[in-house]
Structures are given as C-alpha cells and as structure tokens.
C-alpha cells in the first residue's frame, strides 16, 4: 500500500486543523494505521493509532482528549483531527500502516508502509 498525506499548514495556537492520508491498494481495510510525528531536533514519535475496523483507537498522553483519529475504509482515507493546537504539536505528521497488527501498534518499527509527511506549524 502507498500513503500520501496532505492537509498540514500553519494554524495559530488554540486553532483546529484536520490533516488526511490516502492510501493507494485495494486492501487498505485490513491494516492498523497510525500517525506519527517529528519536531525538529527529536526522534519521529507516536500520536495515534486506529484498528482495521475503526473500532478501537489509542494515543499518546500528549495529545490524548485534543487529537481524534479516524478512518473511513470505503474511501481508503485516515484523518487526523487535531484541536486545541499547541506551539508543541509543530511537526511532520506522518501516516503508517501496518498488515501484521491490524488493530494497530504504537511501535514505529513494526509499520510497513510510510507517507511523506505534512508539516503542521502552530505559531501566533
């Protein structure tokens, strides 16, 4: 399967931004997918994480109750929803999938497959 993400920009803090994956393959339903992120100077890290079937969900502390991950398998997407941003959450966000754990694995080493990326820049 081949990932492209999109919708990343620069968002004032407090704002909302949702950013998407499209996913190139006609088995994009069973994978668990994620989002993971890299700000500058630090290692590429966990964000969130939804199960094959969108039935269960889980994320990192740091954005547990502002982020809402989801997945619409009919259109082969995955979407981030981020609210509440903070000038910490600026970053590369970048979609992954995974066929070995299709409810979806924190661990950035287990995923197969890897987007570009897309920059979100929170900043006043």
């Known amino acids: 399967v081949q990932l492209q993400a999109s919708g990343g920009g620069l968002v004032q803090p407090g704002g909302s931004l949702r950013i998407s994956c499209l996913a190139f393959g006609h088995t994009f339903d069973r994978y668990g997918v994620g989002w993971f992120r890299r700000a500058p100077g630090k290692e590429r890290e966990f964000v969130a994480v939804?199960?094959?079937?969108?039935?269960?969900?889980y994320y990192a502390d740091s954005v547990k109750g502002r982020f809402t991950i989801s997945r619409d398998n009919a259109k082969n997407m995955l979407y981030l929803e981020m609210n509440n941003l903070k000038p910490e959450d600026t970053a590369v966000y970048y979609c992954a999938a995974d066929r070995e754990h299709p409810d979806g694995t924190t661990s950035k080493r287990e995923y197969e497959y890897w987007g570009e990326g897309t920059q979100v820049t929170v900043s006043s």
């Open positions: 939804i199960s094959w079937n969108g039935a269960k969900t």
